[in-house]
């Protein structure tokens, strides 16, 4: 069967942090703090709903792009927290995850051989856009601007071959948040070059300090040609459900709604009754979750920096840290080899997150206090063993 794999599919690479958790998945007492996704119960209240839900007979196919009352409080929601005024019946899609909007969209908008541009380092989109003949190119994001993007650089790396931006803020892996006016700059870029631009916005509520999140689609002229990408997996712990949705313009819902009706017939009718009582209660939920975040971070914060050989920008949200390993002089595959095998802590190597993330490792603070505590004591004696290592 091998030799009958298609290139298409061979290209595909699997994905790293799964090679990552398959050689600590076989270590006993690991901490694992590479796991994306928080360590919270999906709310009760939203646990409830699905169990009404199947007691009300929510057990049939349901319509390819969504129920019609969930589209309509995501637009409800669109317009009150993102500044997006989206038509529930022709600009919002029900998707299997933000993961199926980024699938979708590169799979309706990039032409054989068309550049998508990504972030770097940035989550990895690249098996997606190489499975449809499209060409990764990085823009750098550099540590001393807090891995906030220079639009100069967006600029400078477009060709006539660009057709997509994907831009994710706030980031995975680097915590970073794009400000109103480095999205202004982007939107400029984006309508001289008559760009389209994936907005992949699964942190939104993750975000500290007070920080407020700016969606791109809500910028002058830039609606037309945004797709935005949101899930229920981070904010209302609710990764296994696999419920996320897409603002976009009509032509590409179609296409979405056209291919669900092939490819799985829509997201399972129980989880998207879950996923519009979470979207439409009090979300002191959220509220409560993210404070916690906020208050991991600075036991991860303070934690890696008071490691000699270690430094880390201090998260503007997400659940992500990403420090600086570059001074042991090790791969961060090497590095994070080394910390799983012989002190039993996972973390996702930088290289992951593009070329420019080599250097760096990526951490997850979505674990309780104490194993974010003993998680940092066992880094702090992998750093102390690899500086005598050094000499
Ligand atoms: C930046 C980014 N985009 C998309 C996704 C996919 O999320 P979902 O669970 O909604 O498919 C993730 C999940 O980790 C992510 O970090």
């Known amino acids: 069967m091998e030799d009958e794999i298609t290139q298409r599919s061979r290209a595909v690479e699997w994905s790293g942090i799964r090679v990552m958790f398959a050689l600590a998945d076989g270590i006993p007492d690991v901490i694992n703090l590479g796991i994306g996704q928080p360590d919270f119960d999906t709310p009760e209240f939203i646990r409830d709903a699905a169990k009404k839900a199947l007691d009300d007979g929510f057990t049939r196919y349901p319509p390819a792009k969504g129920f019609g009352d969930l589209r309509e409080a995501v637009a409800e929601k669109l317009k009150r927290e993102n500044g997006i005024e989206a038509d529930p019946a022709s600009e919002i899609f029900v998707a299997v995850g933000a993961m199926q909007v980024i699938f979708n969209t590169i799979l309706h908008v990039v032409e054989p051989g068309q550049e998508v541009m990504v972030i770097d380092p940035g989550y990895d989109y690249y098996s997606q856009i190489?499975?449809?003949?499209?060409?990764?190119?990085?823009?750098?994001?550099?540590?001393?601007?807090?891995?906030?993007?220079?639009?100069?650089?967006?600029?400078?790396?477009?060709?006539?071959?660009?057709?997509?931006?994907?831009?994710?803020?706030?980031?995975?892996?680097?915590?970073?948040?794009?400000?109103?006016?480095?999205?202004?700059?982007?939107?400029g870029i984006a309508v001289e070059h008559d760009m389209l631009v994936l907005s992949?916005?699964?942190?939104?509520?993750?975000?500290?300090?007070?920080?407020?999140?700016?969606?791109?689609?809500?910028?002058?002229?830039?609606?037309?040609?945004?797709?935005?990408?949101?899930?229920?997996?981070?904010?209302?712990?609710?990764?296994?459900?696999?419920?996320?949705?897409?603002?976009?313009?009509?032509?590409?819902?179609?296409?979405?709604?056209?291919?669900?009706?092939?490819?799985?017939?829509?997201?399972?009718?129980?989880?998207?009754?879950?996923?519009?009582?979470?979207?439409?209660?009090?979300?002191?939920?959220?509220?409560?979750?993210?404070?916690?975040?906020?208050?991991?971070?600075?036991?991860?914060?303070?934690?890696?920096?008071?490691?000699?050989?270690?430094?880390?920008?201090?998260?503007?949200?997400?659940?992500?840290?990403?420090?600086?390993?570059?001074?042991?002089?090790?791969?961060?595959w090497d590095f994070a080899r080394y910390l799983v095998k012989e002190h039993r802590v996972a973390v996702v190597p930088g290289s992951i997150f593009g070329r420019r993330g080599e250097g760096y490792v990526r951490l997850s603070f979505a674990a309780d206090d104490e194993k974010l505590e003993e998680g940092i004591r066992r880094i702090g004696r992998a750093a102390a063993a690899l500086r005598r290592r050094k000499g």
């Open 130 to 187: 190489r499975l449809f003949g499209g060409v990764p190119v990085a823009v750098p994001a550099f540590e001393k601007n807090g891995f906030k993007v220079d639009p100069s650089d967006i600029r400078a790396a477009v060709t006539d071959k660009t057709r997509l931006l994907i831009l994710n803020t706030p980031s995975n892996p680097t915590g970073a948040m794009l400000d109103r006016e480095i999205l202004e700059s982007v939107a």
């Open 200 to 332: 992949d916005e699964p942190y939104e509520h993750i975000v500290f300090d007070g920080n407020r999140h700016v969606s791109l689609a809500s910028l002058d002229g830039m609606k037309e040609r945004t797709i935005s990408a949101y899930t229920l997996s981070k904010s209302y712990a609710m990764t296994g459900w696999r419920v996320g949705y897409a603002a976009a313009p009509k032509a590409l819902i179609d296409e979405m709604e056209k291919l669900m009706e092939h490819m799985v017939s829509g997201v399972t009718a129980v989880a998207q009754r879950a996923a519009l009582a979470a979207i439409t209660a009090p979300q002191d939920c959220v509220k409560e979750m993210v404070a916690s975040y906020e208050r991991r971070r600075r036991i991860v914060h303070e934690g890696l920096n008071g490691i000699k050989g270690i430094t880390c920008l201090e998260p503007e949200s997400t659940f992500y840290a990403f420090p600086n390993i570059s001074a042991f002089g090790l791969s961060s």
